[in-house]
Every structure is written in C-alpha cells, then in structure tokens.
T-cell receptor, first 110, second 117 residues
Framework: QSALTQPPSASGSPGQSVTISCTGT?????????VSWYQQYPGKAPKFIIY???KRPSGVPDRFSGSKSGNTASLTVSGLQADDEADYYC??????????FGGGTKLTVL | QVQLVESGGGVVQPGGSLRLSCAAS????????FHWVRQAPGKGLEWVAF????????FYGDSVKGRFSISRDISENMANLQMNSLRIEDTALYFC???WGWGFDPWGQGTLVTVSS
C-alpha cells in the first residue's frame, strides 16, 4: 500500500499556528472519515492526538485540531509551544482492510 | 492505567522466525482489536497487522502477508505476532497498539527486531 504524502518539515514561532497536510486518495483519506494523527518525540512511542478526522482524545489540548477536504487531511497546531517540536504522522483506514501512514513531518519551533 | 508492553525482539538471521508478545494491563483485551506497527531505524511508521476484537478478522500489510500471523491470548491478556521467513528489510522497532476509533491508542514502548547474517 502507498504511504500518504506529508511535507517532510514544517516550522513556526512560539504562539503562531502551523498546519501540516496529509494527502491520500479516494481509497483512503478521501473515502473514509477515519484519519488519525500522532505526535512522536525522538526515541519515544507515538502519541494519539486526533482520531476520526476531528476528534481529540481525552487530555489532548484543544490547540491541536484536525480537518479534511477531499483527499487531503490537515493537522493544525495553534499557539505553538516549544514542546510541540516533534515528528507528526497521519494515518488512514484504507480500502481492502488496511491502514496506511504518512511519511511524517518534523515540526520545528523556531 | 492502560498500558502495553512488548517483548520478544532480538537478533535473527534471514529466513528465521521470531514471536513478539504484547502484554496489556489496566484493561481486558477481550473487547479490543489490536495492531502491530513498525518503524525501521530513522524511518517512518508502517502498519503491519490487525486483529479484530472478536478475532474473526486479521489483516496484514502487503510486505508481510503470508509471512506474519497476528493472534491474541485472552487468558494471558496478550496479543502476539508470529514472524516467519524474516528478511533484512523487516529490521525495525515493532510497536503494538490497541485499536481505538480506527486509530492506535495506546502504544507500547516497542521491541527491536534485527534481521542480520
């Protein structure tokens, strides 16, 4: 299965907002409202931050939000903080009973 | 506290086998589906396998289909991944994760599998 497409890097200054895109096809992102997002620090396991495109698990700050338009999903981090600096991955359920991940985006807080 | 702990990783020669385990605590696995996800050194995440909460469905990524098998042991509150015919490209940190909202939560800390001659 093909990976979803994410920009390799993104950046923003403290307090600003940054949006990370995740582009797939009508067989994954566009076909299902089942996109999730993960935050991963170096050497750590990923952390679940968004599911079903827009929902936040308990304990995740509302500075993190998700959306989708067509075959592209997006994660927006508002009010950037230093500890938002991490790798971010999108994932989607896909046709033929599979899940697929994006290649990851390294977010730098300037 | 809901937690997953993987074990069973190690160094194996190409063509060999390994069995990974994922011990759950803080909840009973009988009502949950599980995934295995891997991450090669310095690379991104790759979905490997899924087993449904009722064990009626098992799905696999194209790169491991026919070689890997996912299962659960309700009595041990554990999920497993049997890996056969291992290849050098299977070298990765293997995470287990509970299926949650068609996503993955929580994740274990991972167990490292190295395939090398």
């Amino acid at each position: 299965q093909s990976a979803l497409t994410q920009p390799p890097s993104a950046s923003g200054s403290p307090g600003q907002s940054v949006t990370i895109s995740c582009t797939g096809t009508s067989s994954d992102v566009g076909g299902y409202n089942l996109v999730s997002w993960y935050q991963q620090y170096p050497g750590k396991a990923p952390k679940f931050i968004i599911y079903e495109v827009t929902k936040r698990p308990s304990g995740v700050p509302d500075r993190f939000s998700g959306s989708k338009s067509g075959n592209t999903a997006s994660l927006t981090v508002s009010g950037l903080q230093a500890d938002d600096e991490a790798d971010y991955y999108c994932s989607s359920y896909a046709a033929s009973d599979k899940w697929v991940f994006g290649g990851g985006t390294k977010l730098t807080v300037l | 506290q809901v937690q997953l702990v993987e074990s069973g990783g190690g160094v194996v020669q190409p063509g060999g086998s390994l069995r990974l385990s994922c011990a759950a605590s803080g909840f009973r696995i009988s009502g949950s589906g599980f995934h295995w996800v891997r991450q090669a050194p310095g690379k991104g995440l790759e979905w490997v396998a899924f087993i449904s909460h009722d064990e009626r469905r098992q799905f696999y990524g194209d790169s491991v289909k026919g070689r890997f098998s996912i299962s659960r042991d309700i009595s041990e509150n554990m999920a497993n991944l049997q890996m056969n015919s291992l290849r050098i490209e299977d070298t990765a940190l293997y995470f287990c994760a509970r299926d949650w909202g068609w996503g993955f939560d929580p994740w274990g800390q991972g167990t490292l599998v190295t395939v090398s001659s």
